[in-house]
């Protein structure tokens, strides 16, 4: 089995075409198709059904697949490693951060990480925690910096970093501003930005029906930065957890959430086999720094 092989494979199952597969890995039809042919010999029977429309996968097609498609993957994975150390000299490890988790407190980190070990690349992915984790069973990341409501068990392993509070972020001439303490009964008055992403709405909602208390989203978002250029431009009010904003947010204000405290977690979550010596200095730096 060769690696063109597989690669022509997955064209096909992409454009359920072999024409297209054709001209979208730059290759004649003819040579696709031999090459098709000879890793159904290989693998004992036929991967593709023509049809009408193209041509759709066969049952040894379908079981096949995602060996084959995690094989191409670390293979690329591989190679880039390989290219990125000969060229520059550097380790790369791959992290990937929860759409969520603000850069205020880790920023720095990196960089004095980077500072003390040069040889080390940083490559940071920011994602929803679902796609964060597929990633990482792929093996496509080393690392996920993640807020868990439940902490994976087998086959990952997590390493607490902090805890953070939540709080209410308002504009500067708010009402808010005069205030020393906000409770969610003084936020239900007020028109409130909804950030589509945070892992907490759930629980949020349920604490609201507990306390028969009603937050009436006038504006929701999925991008961190909307919900507060929003909250800049005095258009509401928001809950966020406290190093999510960033340190320039002078044009803001930011108080504590009081009746009921809500927290959060941050875990570094990762896989212990595949630990190599680069990312293990990284987790316990993560661990100790954090």
């Known amino acids: 089995m060769e690696m ?19 001209q979208l890995t730059y290759v004649s039809q003819p040579s696709l198709t031999q090459a098709i042919k000879k890793l159904e010999q290989e693998l004992g029977g036929e991967l593709f059904v023509r049809n009408r429309a193209g041509c759709e996968l066969t049952a040894l097609g379908r079981l096949v697949e995602p060996s084959l498609r995690h094989l191409y993957q670390e293979a690329l994975s591989t190679k880039a490693k390989a290219i ?57 990341l080393d690392l996920i910096i993640s807020a868990p409501l439940i902490v994976p068990g087998k086959p990952y392993h997590s390493t607490l970093l902090y805890e953070e509070r939540y709080g209410v972020v308002f504009n500067k001439n708010h009402r808010f501003n005069q205030l020393k303490t906000i409770n969610l009964t003084e936020i239900q008055e ?64 930011f108080i504590y959430l009081n009746e009921p405290a809500i927290t959060r977690e941050i875990h570094a979550i990762y896989k212990p086999n595949a630990v190599n010596k680069e990312l293990e200095v990284l987790i316990n730096c993560l661990s100790q720094g954090c």
């Open 84 to 140: 990125r150390f000969t060229r520059l000299k550097k380790y790369p490890l791959r992290i990937g951060l929860m759409t969520t988790i603000g850069a205020q407190r880790l920023s720095p980190f990196f960089a004095r990480f980077q500072h003390d070990y040069q040889n080390t690349e940083l490559e940071l992915i920011i994602d929803s925690e679902s796609n964060l984790f597929k990633k990482l069973q792929s093996n496509l």
């Open 4 to 22: 063109h092989q597989i690669r022509y494979f997955l064209a096909v199952c992409e454009k359920s075409n072999f024409t297209q597969a054709a």
């Open 190 to 253: 007020e028109a409130y930005l909804d950030r589509l992403n945070c892992e907490l709405r759930e629980t949020l909602k349920t604490i609201c029906s507990d306390c028969e208390i009603t937050l009436y989203a006038t504006y929701r978002s999925n991008n961190e930065e909307w919900i507060l250029n929003m909250v800049r431009a005095g258009i509401g009010v928001a809950l966020i957890p406290e190093y999510a904003l960033p340190l320039n947010a002078d044009d803001v204000g």
